[in-house]
């Protein structure tokens, strides 16, 4: 089969890569393309390699991209390997930075070489591509993997399953939580500190905030088929499956996914609280256009301390539908994991690695002082000393993913472009709901 050409597209790298300085980006509302799929591939199961014991130190190889300036990361993760390395005299392990342009394609030719490196960074979308053809290790072949497993949140451990296997462990995690203008609260004679906390009080809430100066709240921060990781956990919360059990067919059309889709247009179109999709303005809440809004944590909070210090908000978790919890308060997350390659000569090695670059300290150093994002496991806290994300951390257990697999970016785009004409009264929920699934089935023929 002729290997495809197909590049990360800039939508792919600011919403997948986990990125705290991409992720500023996104978070600033900027439109992000879709370039087409990349064709099916064949499965080819590589089987791990089996290496006799000898004296000499196992090497483990690292790659990741990098999500600061050049060289600052690299520097930071190999001094938190060199503590390794000093303890464990018979493992040797190597940070390599390497850039996001040309990720696919360095990826594509490191795994069908035969000699990738040990350890692959993956973004959520990513590591199914690679898991399918049999090129990345499953965790589950290692003995004390239940006991790893416990350690992380579990919606964030399965964020990278393909048939029941996970191939990967948890590293980064980001997601959307919902914001509030304090200031907009205060003014409208509604508690600042309590926003609202279900999808009727949201109703109630952006009436009394809905003035001639401002809307009560904001669906997307742009049309939805730009942003469709805003719209999406709304048809969680209304108790939509997104698929069936096996990931073969979409089955949002269903009555609770049409009954959420009614739901965000009767804002806009009925009660009139939230601007249409196409008449929404670049950056809309924290200019002090919308009153709240779910969106991005991690990279919003960065923004608005540095470019709207005045901007009073606060951060909580999601209104909720008519779901039972956590589903009735999901918001968007993605993940990157660190995957072992199933060709590494140094698997075992390779394991306690991950383990140790994902335990608290290293975790913390990493990304939380790092990066700035979130932790993947509930022991460990980042931001205790944080007003704001000390309250935001805990609400990862309510970022759930658009299951995983290799169209998923073209599936959140042609879900995304149905809603918009939905919000835009150009189509009604049902058959918005209905095209969306038959083009999102067709992709999986």
Not at 258 to 280: F, N, S, T, W
Request: charged share 20%.
């Amino acid at each position: 089969m002729e290997k495809s050409k197909r590049t990360l597209s800039r939508r792919e790298y600011l919403l997948l890569s986990g990125s705290a300085t991409a992720g500023l980006v996104l978070a600033a509302c900027q439109p992000i393309v879709v370039q087409p799929a990349q064709a099916p591939v064949e499965k080819t199961v590589v089987a791990p390699t089996v290496v006799a014991a000898t004296s000499a130190p196992a090497q483990v190889e690292i790659w990741k991209a990098a999500h600061l300036p050049a060289g600052e990361e690299g520097a930071l993760v190999q001094k938190i390997l060199d503590g390794f390395n000093a303890a464990h005299p018979d493992i040797v392990a190597k940070y390599v930075e390497i850039s996001w342009d040309g990720w696919m394609e360095k990826h594509t030719a490191a795994f069908a070489s035969g000699n990738p490196p040990d350890v692959t960074y993956q973004p959520d979308v990513f590591a199914i591509q690679f898991a399918r053809r049999g090129q990345l290790l499953a965790t589950d072949g290692f003995v004390d993997v239940a006991q790893v497993k416990a350690q992380f949140y579990e919606n964030i451990w399965f964020s990278q399953s393909w048939e029941g296997k996970v191939y990967g462990v948890p590293l980064i995690v980001g997601g959307s939580a919902f914001f509030w203008n304090k200031d907009h609260f205060k003014e409208a004679g509604l508690d600042p500190e309590k926003p609202p906390d279900t999808w009727d009080e949201q109703i109630q809430f952006a009436k009394k905030l809905t003035t001639d100066k401002h809307s009560g709240m904001v669906i997307c921060c742009g049309p939805c088929d730009t942003y469709p990781h805003e719209t999406y956990p709304v048809l969680l919360q209304g108790g939509a499956k997104l698929f069936n059990e096996d990931r073969s067919k979409a089955t949002f059309n269903s009555p609770e996914g049409v009954a959420a889709v009614q739901y965000m247009v009767d804002l806009v179109q009925k009660h009139k609280v939230a601007p249409r999709p196409d008449d929404i303005t670049e950056g809309i809440f924290e200019n002090g256009l919308a009153s709240f809004m779910t969106r991005q944590v991690g990279p919003s909070v960065s923004t608005f301390r540095k470019s709207f210090p005045n901007l009073n908000f606060g951060v909580a978790k999601a209104p909720k539908g008519p779901a039972a919890e956590p589903e009735g308060r999901a918001c968007y997350g993605g993940t990157g994991m660190l995957s072992i390659s199933a060709a590494s000569r140094s698997a075992n090695a390779a394991w306690e690695v991950l383990k140790f670059l994902t335990s608290p300290e290293p975790l913390k150093a990493w990304i939380g002082d790092g990066l700035h994002w979130f932790s993947v496991r509930p022991d460990t806290k980042f931001y205790e000393d944080d007003p704001v994300l000390k309250d935001a951390e805990p609400l990862v257990k309510y970022e759930l993913l658009w299951p995983p697999t290799e169209w998923n970016v073209q599936e959140w785009d042609i879900t995304g472009r149905y809603i918009t004409a939905a919000l835009n009264g150009q189509v009604d929920p049902q058959k918005a709901l209905d095209s969306a699934v038959t083009e999102i089935n067709a992709l999986r023929k």
